[in-house]
């Protein structure tokens, strides 16, 4: 393990004192084909629940599917789109919706090496398109305990794709500096004065693998050196 995984100082990301949250203009609900649910409890068979609001320019939305890898990821994406749609006010013959998207978080209850490569690949279908490249920065972590099989969390920026002072780093080549993204998002997303960034994994970046032998302190030390490059990168 190179000298250079150390430890990241702790004044590296100091939050700005001026931050504060931005009041909520309108929000919402939308249930999708049939049943109810509620944080804790699984969702009815079938069912995909919406949930969204304005936040200033953002419209911020997250879908839950009670199906897991490709189907619950699509139909969540489908959701997620529809809503985009109606609260934007664009033509349907208009641009993908999901162009505008500058961050996902995406959590599967599920991360068997085949429920996660089932959902990626459902995820490259939507957002690895020549519309949405360069595509939104994202996360995506296993996380139970909430009812649903995939939970798909958006941040849209309606006109992202307009505004010339919106920067994106996407690199999916092998390279010294990083990881390359593996799917299609970008490393971040700098949009309206905030820098979005995707998840981190404990990579070597020369061979994309995680050296062996490398405990939890390690694989987190690992992890925060390659997001210090990314962001002295961005």
Same mark, same amino acid.
């Given at each position: 393990? +190179?000298?250079?995984?150390?430890?990241?100082?702790?004044?590296?990301?100091?939050?700005?004192?001026?931050?504060?949250?931005?009041?909520?203009?309108?929000?919402?609900?939308?249930?999708?084909?049939?049943?109810?649910?509620?944080?804790?409890?699984?969702?009815?068979?079938?069912?995909?629940?919406?949930?969204?609001?304005?936040?200033?320019?953002?419209?911020?939305?997250?879908?839950?599917?009670?199906?897991?890898?490709?189907?619950?990821?699509?139909?969540?994406?489908?959701?997620?789109?529809?809503?985009?749609?109606?609260?934007?006010?664009?033509?349907?013959?208009? +641009?993908?919706?999901?162009?505008?998207?500058?961050?996902?978080?995406?959590?599967?209850?599920?991360?068997?090496?085949?429920?996660?490569?089932?959902?990626?690949?459902?995820?490259?279908?939507?957002?690895?398109?020549?519309?949405?490249?360069?595509?939104?920065?994202?996360?995506?972590?296993?996380?139970?305990?909430?009812?649903?099989?995939?939970?798909?969390?958006?941040?849209?920026?309606?006109?992202?794709?307009?505004?010339?002072?919106?920067?994106?780093?996407?690199?999916?080549?092998?390279?010294?500096?990083? +990881?390359?993204?593996?799917?299609?998002?970008?490393?971040?997303?700098?949009?309206?004065?905030?820098?979005?960034?995707?998840?981190?994994?404990?990579?070597?970046?020369?061979?994309?693998?995680?050296?062996?032998?490398?405990?939890?302190?390690?694989?987190?030390?690992?992890?925060?050196?390659?997001?210090?490059?990314?962001?002295?990168?961005?």
């Amino acid at each position: 393990v +190179p000298e250079a995984l150390r430890p990241i100082p702790g004044d590296l990301f100091p939050v700005p004192a001026s931050a504060a949250p931005i009041p909520t203009t309108n929000q919402g609900h939308q249930h999708i084909d049939a049943g109810n649910s509620s944080e804790g409890q699984r969702l009815p068979s079938g069912t995909v629940v919406v949930s969204f609001k304005r936040i200033d320019c953002y419209i911020h939305v997250i879908a839950k599917s009670c199906r897991a890898g490709a189907e619950g990821v699509t139909a969540a994406v489908h959701a997620i789109r529809d809503t985009i749609q109606n609260e934007s006010g664009n033509d349907e013959s208009g +641009p993908d919706p999901l162009r505008d998207v500058v961050f996902v978080w995406l959590r599967l209850a599920s991360l068997s090496i085949a429920d996660y490569a089932s959902a990626n690949t459902a995820y490259s279908a939507q957002f690895g398109t020549e519309t949405c490249t360069p595509p939104p920065a994202r996360a995506c972590v296993g996380m139970r305990g909430t009812g649903a099989a995939v939970t798909m969390e958006v941040l849209v920026r309606i006109g992202r794709r307009d505004d010339p002072e919106t920067v994106t780093l996407h690199v999916q080549s092998i390279s010294e500096w990083a +990881p390359p993204c593996i799917g299609p998002y970008a490393q971040t997303v700098c949009d309206a004065g905030i820098l979005h960034i995707c998840g981190v994994l404990p990579l070597y970046a020369p061979t994309v693998s995680i050296p062996k032998d490398l405990g939890a302190r390690a694989q987190t030390r690992a992890a925060l050196f390659n997001m210090c490059r990314t962001l002295e990168a961005t």
